[in-house]
């Protein structure tokens, strides 16, 4: 499964970005994708997941700010960044997992700052 994020870049406060991850695979229905982050000099962290059947989970720290879809026609699932704020400053990581098999794509950097 070959990933492709996008839509990173730059924002100030309080602003709002979208971000999308395209798959490869006709099997995109069988994934749990995730969003992950890695902010500078800090580890990855979950950001938010959804499965097949649309459950959805979320980091405490983006509860309510964050929000995570998927459109399997178009395989591609996305994250949708409102409120944001400068700790919200990081790469993001769109991943995918197959019955185990995880599957990651190449990172899209987000910066909020004024």
């Known amino acids: 499964v070959q990933l492709q994020a996008s839509g990173g870049g730059s924002v100030q406060p309080g602003g709002s970005l979208r971000l999308s991850c395209a798959a490869s695979?006709?099997?995109?229905?069988?994934?749990?994708m995730k969003w992950y982050r890695q902010a500078q000099g800090k580890q990855r962290e979950l950001v938010a997941g959804?499965?097949?059947?649309?459950?959805?989970k979320y980091a405490d720290s983006v509860l309510g700010r964050f929000n995570i879809s998927r459109d399997d026609a178009k395989k591609t699932v996305y994250l949708e960044m409102n409120s944001l704020k400068p700790e919200d400053t990081a790469v993001y990581y769109c991943?995918?997992?197959?019955?185990?098999?995880?599957?990651w794509g190449q990172g899209t950097l987000v910066t909020v700052s004024s």
């Open positions: 695979r006709s099997i995109f229905a069988l994934l749990v």
């Open positions: 959804i499965t097949g059947g649309g459950s959805i």
């Open positions: 991943n995918a997992d197959l019955l185990g098999t995880q599957y």
